[in-house]
Protein backbone atom coordinates (compact mmCIF):
# COMPACT_ATOMS: atom_id res chain seq x y z
CA UNK A 1 0.00 0.00 0.00
CA UNK A 2 3.12 2.28 0.28
CA UNK A 3 3.75 1.89 -2.99
CA UNK A 4 0.13 2.94 -3.97
CA UNK A 5 -0.07 5.66 -2.26
CA UNK A 6 3.40 7.08 -3.56
CA UNK A 7 1.74 6.17 -7.58
CA UNK A 8 -1.19 8.09 -5.93
CA UNK A 9 0.91 11.24 -5.08
CA UNK A 10 2.81 11.09 -7.97
CA UNK A 11 0.13 11.07 -10.76
CA UNK A 12 -2.48 13.26 -9.04
CA UNK A 13 0.75 15.84 -9.43
CA UNK A 14 -0.32 18.69 -12.58
CA UNK A 15 1.27 22.17 -13.03
CA UNK A 16 -2.52 23.20 -12.77
CA UNK A 17 -1.92 24.85 -9.00
CA UNK A 18 -5.78 23.73 -8.12
CA UNK A 19 -5.39 20.32 -9.39
CA UNK A 20 -3.05 18.39 -7.14
CA UNK A 21 -4.81 20.92 -3.91
CA UNK A 22 -8.15 19.90 -4.34
CA UNK A 23 -7.19 16.34 -4.92
CA UNK A 24 -5.03 15.50 -2.10
CA UNK A 25 -7.25 17.89 0.08
CA UNK A 26 -9.72 14.23 -0.56
CA UNK A 27 -7.16 11.78 -1.01
CA UNK A 28 -4.99 13.25 2.00
CA UNK A 29 -8.01 13.42 4.16
CA UNK A 30 -7.34 9.37 4.66
CA UNK A 31 -10.52 6.87 3.67
CA UNK A 32 -10.01 3.27 4.16
CA UNK A 33 -8.43 2.73 0.79
CA UNK A 34 -10.19 -0.47 0.50
CA UNK A 35 -10.89 -0.86 -3.43
CA UNK A 36 -6.93 -0.34 -3.53
CA UNK A 37 -6.00 -2.81 -1.05
CA UNK A 38 -8.89 -5.45 -2.40
CA UNK A 39 -7.00 -4.75 -6.03
CA UNK A 40 -3.91 -6.00 -4.15
CA UNK A 41 -4.68 -8.24 -1.74
CA UNK A 42 -6.62 -10.29 -4.61
CA UNK A 43 -3.59 -10.01 -6.88
CA UNK A 44 -1.49 -11.63 -4.29
CA UNK A 45 -4.30 -14.25 -3.20
CA UNK A 46 -4.20 -15.34 -6.60
CA UNK A 47 -0.20 -15.68 -7.36
CA UNK A 48 1.12 -12.46 -8.22
CA UNK A 49 4.38 -11.29 -7.19
CA UNK A 50 4.92 -7.96 -9.30
CA UNK A 51 3.67 -5.07 -9.25
CA UNK A 52 1.53 -4.77 -12.18
CA UNK A 53 -1.34 -4.97 -9.34
CA UNK A 54 -0.36 -1.56 -8.00
CA UNK A 55 -1.12 0.50 -11.14
CA UNK A 56 -4.17 -1.03 -11.59
CA UNK A 57 -4.92 -0.30 -7.47
CA UNK A 58 -3.86 3.55 -7.72
CA UNK A 59 -6.50 3.58 -10.59
CA UNK A 60 -9.16 1.87 -8.92
CA UNK A 61 -8.73 4.35 -6.20
CA UNK A 62 -8.38 7.55 -8.45
CA UNK A 63 -11.90 6.38 -9.90
CA UNK A 64 -13.10 6.08 -6.35
CA UNK A 65 -11.74 9.42 -5.54
CA UNK A 66 -13.81 11.00 -8.95
CA UNK A 67 -17.19 9.40 -8.04
CA UNK A 68 -16.70 10.90 -4.82
CA UNK A 69 -15.95 14.49 -6.09
CA UNK A 70 -18.50 14.24 -8.27
CA UNK A 71 -21.66 12.69 -6.53
CA UNK A 72 -20.64 15.84 -3.61
CA UNK A 73 -21.26 18.71 -6.15
CA UNK A 74 -24.86 16.43 -6.93
CA UNK A 75 -25.77 15.43 -3.16
CA UNK A 76 -24.51 19.54 -1.68
CA UNK A 77 -22.68 17.44 0.56
CA UNK A 78 -21.13 19.90 3.01
CA UNK A 79 -18.70 16.98 4.85
CA UNK A 80 -16.52 13.98 3.25
CA UNK A 81 -14.30 11.85 5.15
CA UNK A 82 -14.29 14.49 8.44
CA UNK A 83 -13.05 17.46 6.31
CA UNK A 84 -15.26 20.32 4.21
CA UNK A 85 -16.60 18.87 0.78
CA UNK A 86 -13.89 20.37 -1.86
CA UNK A 87 -17.06 21.68 -4.01
CA UNK A 88 -17.22 24.66 -0.76
CA UNK A 89 -13.93 25.40 -0.96
CA UNK A 90 -13.19 25.72 -4.28
CA UNK A 91 -16.29 25.32 -5.98
CA UNK A 92 -18.52 23.00 -7.47
CA UNK A 93 -16.76 23.83 -11.58
CA UNK A 94 -13.41 22.93 -9.99
CA UNK A 95 -14.50 19.45 -8.23
CA UNK A 96 -16.01 18.19 -11.35
CA UNK A 97 -13.20 18.49 -13.76
CA UNK A 98 -10.53 18.31 -11.29
CA UNK A 99 -13.26 14.19 -10.83
CA UNK A 100 -12.62 14.31 -14.93
CA UNK A 101 -8.81 14.62 -13.77
CA UNK A 102 -8.42 11.72 -11.97
CA UNK A 103 -10.46 9.46 -14.60
CA UNK A 104 -7.97 10.34 -16.76
CA UNK A 105 -5.25 9.64 -14.83
CA UNK A 106 -6.82 6.33 -14.31
CA UNK A 107 -6.94 5.36 -17.40
CA UNK A 108 -3.46 6.27 -18.15
CA UNK A 109 -2.35 4.05 -15.26
CA UNK A 110 -4.25 0.96 -16.51
CA UNK A 111 -2.85 1.36 -20.35
CA UNK A 112 0.64 1.13 -18.63
CA UNK A 113 0.14 -2.04 -17.17
CA UNK A 114 -0.53 -3.15 -21.14
CA UNK A 115 -3.67 -5.52 -19.67
CA UNK A 116 -6.27 -5.17 -21.95
CA UNK A 117 -8.61 -6.86 -20.03
CA UNK A 118 -7.78 -5.10 -16.80
CA UNK A 119 -8.91 -1.89 -18.86
CA UNK A 120 -11.77 -3.27 -20.11
CA UNK A 121 -13.05 -4.14 -16.51
CA UNK A 122 -11.97 -1.12 -15.25
CA UNK A 123 -13.63 0.45 -17.93
CA UNK A 124 -16.63 -0.83 -17.83
CA UNK A 125 -17.10 -0.37 -14.34
CA UNK A 126 -17.19 3.28 -14.58
CA UNK A 127 -19.81 3.08 -17.02
CA UNK A 128 -21.79 1.37 -14.40
CA UNK A 129 -20.56 3.44 -11.44
CA UNK A 130 -22.51 6.18 -13.77
CA UNK A 131 -25.54 4.25 -14.84
CA UNK A 132 -25.55 3.67 -11.15
CA UNK A 133 -25.84 6.95 -9.83
CA UNK A 134 -28.26 8.02 -12.67
CA UNK A 135 -30.65 5.62 -11.63
CA UNK A 136 -30.36 6.73 -7.83
CA UNK A 137 -30.66 10.41 -9.07
CA UNK A 138 -34.10 9.48 -10.73
CA UNK A 139 -35.56 7.63 -8.07
CA UNK A 140 -34.33 10.18 -4.93
CA UNK A 141 -37.55 11.05 -3.09
CA UNK A 142 -39.23 7.28 -4.24
CA UNK A 143 -41.61 6.28 -1.32
CA UNK A 144 -42.29 3.26 -3.59
CA UNK A 145 -38.92 2.32 -4.57
CA UNK A 146 -38.71 -1.02 -4.26
CA UNK A 147 -36.15 -3.52 -2.71
CA UNK A 148 -34.88 -5.27 -5.89
CA UNK A 149 -34.44 -1.98 -7.40
CA UNK A 150 -32.48 -0.32 -4.30
CA UNK A 151 -30.26 -3.40 -4.78
CA UNK A 152 -29.64 -2.70 -8.33
CA UNK A 153 -28.56 0.85 -7.52
CA UNK A 154 -26.40 -0.16 -4.70
CA UNK A 155 -24.99 -3.07 -6.78
CA UNK A 156 -24.28 -0.33 -9.73
CA UNK A 157 -22.95 2.81 -7.73
CA UNK A 158 -20.92 0.99 -5.76
CA UNK A 159 -20.30 -2.76 -5.80
CA UNK A 160 -19.23 -3.07 -9.11
CA UNK A 161 -15.87 -1.18 -8.59
CA UNK A 162 -15.12 -3.56 -5.52
CA UNK A 163 -16.12 -5.99 -8.09
CA UNK A 164 -13.81 -4.42 -10.66
CA UNK A 165 -11.24 -4.57 -7.95
CA UNK A 166 -10.87 -7.64 -7.05
CA UNK A 167 -11.12 -9.00 -10.71
CA UNK A 168 -8.93 -6.85 -12.21
CA UNK A 169 -6.31 -7.49 -9.70
CA UNK A 170 -6.92 -11.56 -10.23
CA UNK A 171 -6.50 -10.72 -13.93
CA UNK A 172 -3.21 -9.03 -13.36
CA UNK A 173 -2.05 -12.17 -11.66
CA UNK A 174 -2.78 -14.34 -14.60
CA UNK A 175 -5.15 -16.97 -12.92
CA UNK A 176 -7.35 -19.01 -14.29
CA UNK A 177 -10.82 -18.28 -15.23
CA UNK A 178 -12.73 -19.97 -12.36
CA UNK A 179 -11.07 -18.04 -9.62
CA UNK A 180 -10.70 -15.07 -11.61
CA UNK A 181 -14.54 -15.70 -11.33
CA UNK A 182 -14.78 -16.44 -7.55
CA UNK A 183 -12.76 -12.86 -6.99
CA UNK A 184 -15.38 -11.26 -8.61
CA UNK A 185 -18.32 -12.46 -6.85
CA UNK A 186 -16.32 -12.21 -3.71
CA UNK A 187 -15.61 -8.49 -4.79
CA UNK A 188 -19.63 -7.80 -5.88
CA UNK A 189 -20.86 -8.97 -2.52
CA UNK A 190 -18.57 -7.35 -0.38
CA UNK A 191 -19.56 -4.06 -2.04
CA UNK A 192 -23.28 -4.93 -1.65
CA UNK A 193 -22.36 -5.34 2.21
CA UNK A 194 -20.42 -2.68 2.76
CA UNK A 195 -22.68 -0.14 1.08
CA UNK A 196 -25.40 -1.36 3.14
CA UNK A 197 -23.91 -1.11 6.12
CA UNK A 198 -22.95 2.53 4.85
CA UNK A 199 -26.75 2.93 4.41
CA UNK A 200 -27.47 1.86 7.89
CA UNK A 201 -24.62 4.02 9.41
CA UNK A 202 -26.54 7.34 7.83
CA UNK A 203 -29.04 6.49 10.79
CA UNK A 204 -27.31 4.54 13.66
CA UNK A 205 -23.82 6.61 13.42
CA UNK A 206 -22.46 9.74 14.77
CA UNK A 207 -21.18 12.78 12.81
CA UNK A 208 -17.83 12.22 14.95
CA UNK A 209 -16.79 9.37 13.52
CA UNK A 210 -18.46 8.63 10.48
CA UNK A 211 -16.31 11.84 8.38
CA UNK A 212 -19.57 13.14 7.51
CA UNK A 213 -22.92 14.10 8.83
CA UNK A 214 -25.33 11.44 9.89
CA UNK A 215 -28.54 12.15 8.28
CA UNK A 216 -27.55 13.05 4.95
CA UNK A 217 -28.93 10.86 3.21
CA UNK A 218 -32.07 11.58 4.72
CA UNK A 219 -31.90 15.05 4.61
CA UNK A 220 -31.45 14.47 0.81
CA UNK A 221 -33.99 12.04 0.58
CA UNK A 222 -32.38 8.88 -1.42
CA UNK A 223 -34.43 6.12 -0.84
CA UNK A 224 -31.68 3.55 1.20
CA UNK A 225 -32.86 0.50 2.45
CA UNK A 226 -33.17 1.53 6.26
CA UNK A 227 -35.50 4.22 5.35
CA UNK A 228 -37.57 2.10 2.71
CA UNK A 229 -38.12 -0.83 5.20
CA UNK A 230 -38.82 1.84 7.97
CA UNK A 231 -41.46 3.48 5.63
CA UNK A 232 -43.16 -0.15 4.99
CA UNK A 233 -43.12 -1.28 8.72
CA UNK A 234 -44.11 1.69 10.27
CA UNK A 235 -47.63 1.85 8.52
CA UNK A 236 -50.29 4.29 7.09
CA UNK A 237 -50.31 6.63 10.30
CA UNK A 238 -47.17 7.75 9.58
CA UNK A 239 -47.58 8.49 5.80
CA UNK A 240 -47.89 11.96 5.98
CA UNK A 241 -44.94 12.56 7.35
CA UNK A 242 -43.08 10.19 5.09
CA UNK A 243 -44.82 12.22 2.18
CA UNK A 244 -43.31 15.29 3.93
CA UNK A 245 -39.78 14.68 4.64
CA UNK A 246 -38.74 12.03 2.05
CA UNK A 247 -41.55 12.70 -0.62
CA UNK A 248 -41.11 16.65 -0.65
CA UNK A 249 -38.25 17.11 1.62
CA UNK A 250 -40.16 19.65 3.84
CA UNK A 251 -37.64 18.68 6.96
CA UNK A 252 -37.48 20.62 10.19
CA UNK A 253 -34.73 20.03 12.62
CA UNK A 254 -36.57 17.56 14.60
CA UNK A 255 -37.34 15.31 11.68
CA UNK A 256 -34.28 13.27 11.35
CA UNK A 257 -35.03 12.22 15.06
CA UNK A 258 -38.10 11.27 14.63
CA UNK A 259 -37.65 9.31 11.31
CA UNK A 260 -34.25 7.86 13.40
CA UNK A 261 -36.25 6.58 15.97
CA UNK A 262 -39.05 5.29 13.53
CA UNK A 263 -36.58 3.68 11.33
CA UNK A 264 -35.21 1.78 14.63
CA UNK A 265 -38.17 0.79 16.07
CA UNK A 266 -39.40 -1.18 13.53
CA UNK A 267 -36.02 -3.18 13.24
CA UNK A 268 -35.36 -1.53 9.81
CA UNK A 269 -31.66 -0.93 10.81
CA UNK A 270 -31.55 -4.55 12.32
CA UNK A 271 -32.65 -5.81 9.04
CA UNK A 272 -30.33 -3.62 6.69
CA UNK A 273 -27.33 -5.27 8.94
CA UNK A 274 -28.31 -8.58 8.81
CA UNK A 275 -28.62 -8.51 5.19
CA UNK A 276 -25.04 -6.73 5.24
CA UNK A 277 -23.77 -9.86 7.05
CA UNK A 278 -25.39 -12.08 4.66
CA UNK A 279 -23.79 -10.49 1.76
CA UNK A 280 -20.34 -10.36 3.96
CA UNK A 281 -21.09 -14.40 4.32
CA UNK A 282 -21.49 -15.07 0.92
CA UNK A 283 -18.14 -13.27 -0.19
CA UNK A 284 -16.10 -14.93 2.49
CA UNK A 285 -17.73 -18.28 1.14
CA UNK A 286 -16.63 -17.47 -2.66
CA UNK A 287 -13.02 -17.36 -1.09
CA UNK A 288 -13.36 -21.09 -1.37
CA UNK A 289 -11.76 -21.63 -4.24
CA UNK A 290 -8.37 -20.81 -3.09
CA UNK A 291 -6.35 -22.70 -0.18
CA UNK A 292 -6.13 -21.25 2.87
CA UNK A 293 -3.31 -18.85 3.32
CA UNK A 294 -2.82 -15.32 5.47
CA UNK A 295 -4.33 -13.07 1.99
CA UNK A 296 -7.30 -15.17 2.19
CA UNK A 297 -7.67 -14.47 6.12
CA UNK A 298 -7.30 -11.04 5.24
CA UNK A 299 -9.62 -11.04 2.76
CA UNK A 300 -12.11 -12.39 4.98
CA UNK A 301 -11.39 -10.09 7.91
CA UNK A 302 -12.11 -7.13 5.75
CA UNK A 303 -15.51 -9.15 4.56
CA UNK A 304 -16.46 -8.84 8.15
CA UNK A 305 -15.01 -5.29 9.15
CA UNK A 306 -17.22 -4.12 6.01
CA UNK A 307 -20.32 -5.15 8.34
CA UNK A 308 -18.80 -4.44 12.20
CA UNK A 309 -17.12 -0.53 10.94
CA UNK A 310 -18.54 2.64 12.69
CA UNK A 311 -17.44 4.69 9.99
Given amino acids: MQGVNALIAARMASQVPVIPALADHLIAAGGKRLRPLLTVAAARLAGSTDEACLKLAAAVEFIHTATLLHDDVVDSSKLRRGKVAAHLIWGAPSSVLVGDFLFARAFELMVETGSLRALQILAKASSVIAEGEVLQLTRAHDLNLDQATYLEIIQAKTAELFAAAAESGAVSAGVDETRIAALRAYGLKLGLAFQLADDALDYGGATETLGKNAGDDFREGKATLP ?78 FAVSRSA
Fill in 227 to 304: LLLGIARSGPRETAFWERVIGRLEQTDADFRRARELIVGVGALEATLDLAADYAAGAKAALAAFPANPWRTALEDLAD
